[in-house]
């Protein structure tokens, strides 16, 4: 499905409305050049959980946050990762599935490692504050809640 955000304020309202309908095992992988909003969707994401939307900072130092929320969540950013060969050494993999729900910025870094149930959002900026998001992955009911 494609949607459109016309402000920072709709992209994570979207996140919202996502994380509200994700559920323990979930995986979120998120694709977009610098500053199209990626961080900006975890954030609504993450106050589907609880979470303050500033508590979610761009991971400038750490790869991985958990939030100690149940189910717990993960904010994973990849951006500082080089090679895909690097992958393995952040840990990620253990704070994937499961019980928890998986974040993942820069998921472009994965390859196609991420999983087919994996549900990818794809955010392209097409001018001043327009987004174009694309979601894939989502059964019917949850993309009606969209
Ligand atoms: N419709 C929009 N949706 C999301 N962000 C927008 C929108 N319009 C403008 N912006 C601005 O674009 C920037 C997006 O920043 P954000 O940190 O969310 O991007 P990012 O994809 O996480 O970047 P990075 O690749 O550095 O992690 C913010 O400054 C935000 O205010
Ligand atoms: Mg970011």
Excluded: Q
């Excluded at 993960?74 to 599935?97: M, N, P, Q, S």
């Amino acid at each position: 499905m494609k949607l459109a955000s016309d402000s920072p304020e709709r992209t994570e309202e979207l996140g919202y409305a996502l994380g509200r309908r994700l559920k323990p095992g979930d995986v979120v992988a998120l694709f977009g050049d610098l500053g199209s909003g990626k961080t900006t969707m975890v954030k609504g994401i993450a106050r589907a959980f609880g979470i303050a939307g500033r508590d979610v900072t761009s991971a400038s130092f750490t790869i991985i946050a958990e939030y100690p929320v149940r189910p717990p969540l993960f904010h994973i950013d990849l951006y500082r990762v080089e090679k895909e060969e690097d992958i393995d050494a952040t840990g990620i993999w253990d704070c994937i599935g499961m019980d928890s729900v998986a974040v993942i910025e820069w998921a472009e870094k994965l390859g196609d490692r991420c999983g087919k149930e994996c549900i990818r959002v794809r955010i392209k900026d097409t001018g001043d504050d327009r987004r174009e998001i694309s979601i894939e992955g989502l059964n019917e009911e949850d993309r009606n809640h969209l």
